[in-house]
């Protein structure tokens, strides 16, 4: 099994940075692609941003140029730099990766169980 868990959630102001990490662990054989994804209350879980093992990213379109996707493929984690947060940022953030375990053949896709993001004053 994979497992990913993540850190960095909490309450910030809006204007405020956060930053969330996500690690995943268990028997790995590869890592196609990571990401985050966002549940506010009374909505769907939306892609907030994803990033490919060659680096390349892909954002929604409310937080280009606020958020930014990295990671370390050492160390099977992925990180979501958010800055200039604003109230509609609230949301459950759940990580995301589609990985290969070293007895498959073909790649699963594995969340974590979400962190928390609030932003209010």
């Known amino acids: 099994q994979v497992q990913l868990v993540e850190s960095g959630g909490g309450l910030v102001q809006p204007g405020g940075s956060l930053r969330l990490s996500c690690a995943a662990s268990?028997?790995?054989?590869?890592?196609?692609?990571m990401g985050w994804y966002r549940q506010a209350p009374g909505k769907e879980r939306d892609l907030v941003a994803s990033?490919?093992?060659?680096?390349?990213?892909d954002y929604a379109g409310s937080v280009k140029g606020r958020f930014t996707i990295t990671r370390d493929n050492a160390k099977n984690t992925v990180y979501l730099q958010m800055n200039s947060l604003k109230p509609e940022d609230t949301a459950v953030y759940y990580c995301?990766?589609?990985?290969?375990?070293?007895?498959?053949?073909?790649?699963?896709?594995?969340w974590g169980k979400g962190t928390l993001v609030t932003v209010s004053s």
């Open positions: 995301h990766a589609e990985a290969r375990r070293s007895s498959d053949t073909s790649y699963w896709e594995y």
């Open positions: 268990g028997s790995i054989f590869s890592i196609s692609s």
């Open positions: 990033i490919l093992s060659d680096g390349s990213t």
